[in-house]
């Protein structure tokens, strides 16, 4: 049978789980299934699975129960739910905090969690950028001496961990590293998460910047305007595009990387809009 820790989707699961049930017993049916939930219609795990219905409360035991889920396993499955199907940003975070951790002890493959990670602890991307210095030393001593705001020493350590995990980094005998693309594979319900928590951090890191280094080390531009909702894509554009320049200007550059910079592009109402009043 197919084993839930290796899920992040819960309609997948429901899926595969019915595709392995059907497999076991060829008379198994979505009609049966609704039967033992006791659900009057016969396409009701069929909708769940398509997504065109999402799993109540109040249906969450008797999913459990029928699944044939131990209790560690429900609890598995119910984090799940709230993954795929709450609309709180911070109930779902500490959802997949569990999963991953339930996900990290059942031996399952973990490269979301990586992938979660390293979006979701600013030192992370840093200290990736840093390896491209060429005095760069793999090092979770060196590293906290240079990374700025300060990290600990099991922070510089676990960061180096995701990095070599995501095949971001190899580091050789003598502590250099061999920078490389890498791989970010993470599911829709989990980048989501992740990016917001890299764009809290960031913003949070650019407040602090203003007391924390001279105006020569940092540069903070900020424009109010006034403008219809329909120009709001072309805005969009045109940051993104500017964006794409900067790490072109970046890339091309022949000189020697000297630092790690964060450079942040965005827009905000500040306001009311008049649709939605």
Not at 3 to 26: C, E, G, M, T, V
Not at 76 to 93: M, T, Y
Not at 128 to 154: C, Q, S, V
Request: charged share 25%.
């Amino acid at each position: 049978m197919i084993s839930i820790y290796d899920y992040i989707d819960h309609r997948k699961y429901l899926s595969d789980w019915f595709a392995d049930k059907k497999k076991l017993n060829p008379r198994f049916s979505h009609r049966l299934f609704s039967r033992k939930m006791s659900q009057k219609s016969p396409s009701f795990l069929k909708d769940i699975i398509n997504g065109r219905r999402n799993i109540t409360a109040d249906q969450q035991d008797d999913f459990c129960r029928v699944l044939g889920l131990n209790k560690a396993q429900s609890v598995f499955f119910i984090d799940l739910l709230i993954l795929n199907q709450s609309k709180d940003d911070e109930e779902r975070k500490r959802a997949f905090e569990r999963l991953a951790t339930a996900r990290r002890v059942q031996g399952a493959q973990k490269v979301e969690e990586d992938s979660y990670l390293y979006l979701s602890n600013w030192y992370c991307p840093a200290i990736r950028e840093m390896a491209l210095m060429p005095n760069f030393r793999a090092d979770p001593d060196w590293i906290i001496e240079r990374i700025r705001p300060k990290i600990t020493k099991t922070q510089a350590k676990y960061a180096l961990e995701i990095l070599q995990s995501l095949n971001m980094i190899t580091i050789q005998q003598d502590l250099t590293v061999t920078v490389q693309d890498g791989t970010l594979t993470t599911a829709p319900q989990v980048s989501g998460i992740a990016v917001h928590n890299f764009h809290q951090q960031m913003l949070q890191l650019a407040i602090e910047s203003i007391d924390r280094f001279h105006s020569s080390q940092r540069h903070l531009v900020g424009v109010t305007v006034n403008v219809p909702n329909s120009l709001l894509p072309r805005l969009k554009d045109e940051i993104n595009d500017f964006a794409a320049k900067i790490c072109d200007i970046c890339d091309s550059c022949e000189a020697e990387s000297e630092q790690a910079l964060q450079i942040n592009l965005h827009f905000y109402p500040l306001s009311q809009s008049k649709d939605s009043s």
